[in-house]
């Protein structure tokens, strides 16, 4: 692999509103004033650790090779948490051992990860700035991951929920629009116009799969295939979420109608 | 007109907090590392082409010369409506044929209009990154508008209703330190702290012309000159919309007190 | 001290999510389209100036040396208050004279101001964009400060409360987390694992002190030391704000238990 020519490093976090994540970029371009910095997202659920580990699984492959991802989704942070940085094929990754990377490492052919070492001076309450800001930097510049600290694994794990047996997914997010997003895989056998069945603890419902949001009649929630390629409960020109009974974390059935 | 030696991409869209935006960019940085990203704002209000439009009519000419604007407010994605690139004087605008780029080109000397080519494998519902995000960044390059699609027309169209015989426009949006923003141009016939009226649907107000927010008592609304350089009415220290029964949408006569 | 080689400037803004900070961001391209240009924060609460002036004394020596802060938390835009840029140590600030800027002059060696003059055609309630964004544009060129206006000192002044022989400060703000930030110093008396009590003008709580969030029990709220280095309320993976009856501007007694 060759070296980045324009570095980029990634934030995505939870601190939403707060000067945490530009505080983050401050400390960043102090250590390298020529890395480019950009956001996927600083709007995780807070605290959402599986919120964030299904936006960086489906997104980070629409960044440039040798993107170096730093992620702060971290309520462990000043706990014996470990801090790593991680390389997964040809992307980078640093932030906390919590799970959020792990579905990203799950079936990769290629992974390295080190501990970071957590410095003397550190704050408590804010790694993203004392450990994590420093270590993407350093990365950014002439460093290697080996030079960040000893050779190591992940830790904890995560997994989206997923029985294909019985197509039995869960329920990942609300977006921005009302979408539910749902993490049950976009099947080869789907035809579009054809009424499925999503069963859920409390309700089961009945939708149309449609291409695109134009093709919803406006008051009935309807199927799509979302751009994560994963199954999407939405509603033209509304918010589906006030019109269907299924919250995050919920499981999903998919059921064709006979 | 020269090529742009520094290279800028600016997003307009109504993605909000979502990772949309920040996938959009990496899109553009997987294809061309080097150009500048902006952002406009992510927060026009969700499908709300008008709110858009009258935005990026207003803050375009803020931005160096050959910037390309980015735009995705595009309830119609997947739907037949057409994805297109724009010239419009010095400045390029790439996005869905829905109105939102008329009110700009409407009076312009020069502009070229090509439709977008939609990839095979695009996504029904993202066309921000299969679509847009990719033919922005080829702009960016070396590409020109003719190597994007063939040349076009828009056929979306979009207006502000504005009567110059009755003075009576409409109100476009509420910002977020509450203050209404109208599209009733700044006459050169006004003089500050003078009242006027504001006649609406519901309501009729007298308001006192004034220059800045300062000059209000804080519990009266006051009109001002907003820095669209359109009329706006907002409240020292607090929310006009807390106190004033309108509503984007809503038209307003423009009143001068005999 | 040297020319910046790379030039930066930072945004700190009550702007909130409205197009008011890309536009800012355009006009300071126009002038120079090669300066970097960073974000601290669009959401600092609106109008509140002592807001703002916490967040930048307490992050702006995170940025690199020579950083131009552009500040804009203006509710006397167009009013006789006055526009200054500073150079304070080694950073530079430009923003309205309304206090935001003294709590980092206060107590430094080395400080020079000037007075911005005020285009004839700037906007009354948009200096951001018409008066700052040129300034910060021009210095991050090869102007000088003293090339940006006649020099001046800052009248506007602004003092967070800290009385020490009570050890008495007051609340600053409420993060994203609902963690209650003090300016109370963290002194180093202080004892990880013991208790020490707040008064406040309502209430009285007992807190013990812990080094992370994850040290609490998630349902009583504990006392920490903030990434700011002051005091902190906050509450294991929930809200503090939501437990405990504390709002901004409250003063707060520090007491330790005897």
Redesign the interface.
């Known amino acids: 692999m060759e070296s980045p020519?324009?570095p980029?490093i990634?934030l995505?976090t939870d601190?939403?509103?707060?000067?945490?994540s530009?505080?983050v970029?401050?400390?960043i371009?102090?250590i390298n004033?020529?890395v480019?910095?950009?956001?996927?997202?600083?709007?995780v659920n807070?605290?959402d650790i599986r919120h964030g580990a299904f936006?960086l699984l489906k997104?980070y492959k629409?960044?440039?090779l040798n993107?170096i991802f730093l992620v702060v989704v971290d309520?462990?942070?000043?706990?014996s948490?470990r801090a790593i940085a991680a390389q997964i094929d040809n992307y980078y990754f640093i932030g906390p051992d919590n799970g959020i990377f792990s579905p990203i490492i799950a079936d990769k052919e290629y992974s390295s990860v080190v501990e970071l070492r957590i410095p003397e001076n550190a704050?408590?309450?804010?790694h993203g700035?004392d450990v994590f800001a420093p270590a993407a930097a350093k990365l950014s510049q002439s460093y290697s991951l080996k030079d960040l600290g000893p050779t190591s694994t992940l830790k904890a794990s995560l997994d989206f929920f997923w029985d294909p047996s019985s197509s039995t997914g869960e329920a990942i997010f609300i977006?921005?629009?009302g979408n539910i997003i749902t993490n049950i895989p976009n099947s080869i056998n789907l035809k579009y116009n054809k009424e499925y069945y999503l069963r859920t603890p409390r309700t089961t419902i009945k939708l149309t799969l449609v291409?695109?949001?134009?093709?919803g009649s406006g008051t009935k929630p309807i199927l799509?295939?979302?751009?994560f390629e994963t199954l999407?409960i939405?509603l033209?020109?509304g918010k589906a979420i006030d019109l269907v009974d299924i919250s995050p974390g919920d499981r999903i059935q998919f059921c064709r109608v006979e």
């Open positions: 020519k324009i980029l990634v995505m601190f939403g509103n707060d000067p945490y530009g505080i970029i401050g400390r371009l102090q004033p020529l480019k910095v950009s956001t996927l997202t600083n709007h807070p605290h936006i997104s629409y960044f440039p993107t309520p462990g942070v000043g706990s948490r704050s408590y309450t804010f700035r977006d921005h629009f291409r695109s949001y134009f093709e799509l295939v979302s751009s999407e939405g033209r020109n």
